[in-house]
């Protein structure tokens, strides 16, 4: 299949590309565009056969459920059996932006763009390209993120096309996202709103406007015997092909075994790289070392973690050794996404009572 590139600069001057992709998915094709959060792969939600063909171009599962993407609030009701009082406080606060929330889903959806569940993930993003995108396709889009299963999820339209060119009718390139991981998922459909996924919206602002959250326990350990209640994660996600390890401890600690294992896995030839921060990078010795971002300001490291770990891929990376965050804020959606990428693999090292 040929795909079609379409770069969008302004929702106003290229509303014809709009156009076509709205039609593309009309016609049950699929077109990959930008979010707030990352690329998304776009079918009609209400389509059982264009469900089928993203999980296909994507090489996912099929019990792992997509993301029904609307533009209008009013646009809610009919896929949904009914609306919390919670989901209007939530989507007054966070809608449009990168918050999905869980209902029980109506007749109008089927089990195809669902995974089989009863339930329906919903999410209004914010980016304006996003938003015309779903109008023009007839109000619902369900996206998964637009890379193939068990990749990092593209922040980039650049990795969309590594990834999806010749499956994949359209990619609308909006340029770097502004978020750079996956929405935080909500639960409704419990007795008491439920984090299935960290996200940018963090469970303390989710708090501040609903008073008690839950988290699903089994977002941030490994191997709980408890499965997952967002089907999606308990598949390995994101992962970098280098071995990724992380090291967690005080910073020095951390720098002198990073530096140490470089030097032995280097002279064995192994390609080594680094995931840093602005405050550490200089006092690592790997060929590669590449900052992530600034510990005192945590939004730019989740907006370069995924296309740090794809440049690894680039440069065809075998060992990399990331230090560790914390898990407060959205430090929490970070470290979930570290790791996994990591197959929960943790060195900790020593931690002194004083320690940063
Ligand atoms: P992705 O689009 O790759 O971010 O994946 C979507 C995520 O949403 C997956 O982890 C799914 O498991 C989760 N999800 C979608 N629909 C539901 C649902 N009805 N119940 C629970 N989790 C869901
Ligand atoms: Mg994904």
């Given at each position: 299949m040929n795909t079609v590139i379409y770069q969008i600069k302004d929702t106003i001057e290229d509303a014809k590309s709009l156009t076509e992709a709205g039609r593309i998915i009309r016609e049950g094709g699929l077109v990959a565009f930008p979010t707030e959060t990352v690329y998304g792969l776009g079918g009609d939600a209400l389509s059982p056969a264009s469900s089928r063909k993203i999980y296909a171009a994507k090489g996912?599962?099929?019990?792992?459920p997509l993301i029904v993407h609307i533009a209008n609030i009013e646009d809610l009701e009919p896929i949904t059996a009914d609306i919390p009082e919670a989901g209007r406080k939530l989507a007054d606060a966070f809608w449009p932006g990168p918050l999905t929330m869980i209902f029980r889903k109506s007749?109008?959806?089927p089990k195809e763009t669902t995974g089989g569940l009863d339930t329906v993930a919903v999410r209004m993003p914010s980016d304006p390209v996003a938003l015309a995108f779903i109008r023009e396709a007839g109000g619902y889009v369900a996206a998964p993120?637009?890379?193939?299963?068990?990749k990092p999820s593209p922040t980039s339209a650049k990795y969309v096309i590594q990834d999806m060119d010749g499956k994949i009718e359209m990619i609308l390139d909006g340029?770097?996202?502004?978020?750079g991981l996956e929405s935080t998922i909500v639960d409704l459909t419990e007795e008491t709103p439920t984090i299935l996924r960290p996200g940018y919206v963090t469970k303390e602002m989710l708090e501040q406007v609903l008073g008690t959250v839950d988290a699903d326990r089994t977002m941030m350990e490994k191997d709980t015997g408890v499965a997952p209640?967002?089907?999606?994660?308990?598949y390995r996600h994101y992962a970098p092909k280098g071995d990724l390890v992380i090291v967690e401890g005080d910073s020095a600690c951390v720098v002198d075994y990073i530096n140490e294992q470089t030097g032995l896995l280097e002279k064995q030839g192994e390609k080594v790289a680094v995931i840093g921060t602005e405050e550490t990078k200089m006092l690592y010795h790997a060929e590669i070392v590449k900052s992530v971002g600034s510990r005192n300001r945590e939004e730019t490291i989740a907006h370069t973690l995924y296309r740090v770990l794809r440049e690894f891929d680039d440069m065809d990376v075998t060992r990399i050794f990331s230090e560790s965050f914390d898990t407060t804020g959205m430090g929490q959606a970070i470290m979930n996404r570290l790791l996994k990428a990591a197959g929960h693999k943790v060195i900790h090292l020593c931690r002194s009572t004083n320690s940063d």
């Open positions: 996912r599962p099929s019990d792992n007749e109008k959806v993120s637009a890379n193939l299963s068990g340029g770097d996202v502004e978020i209640k967002a089907p999606g994660m308990k």
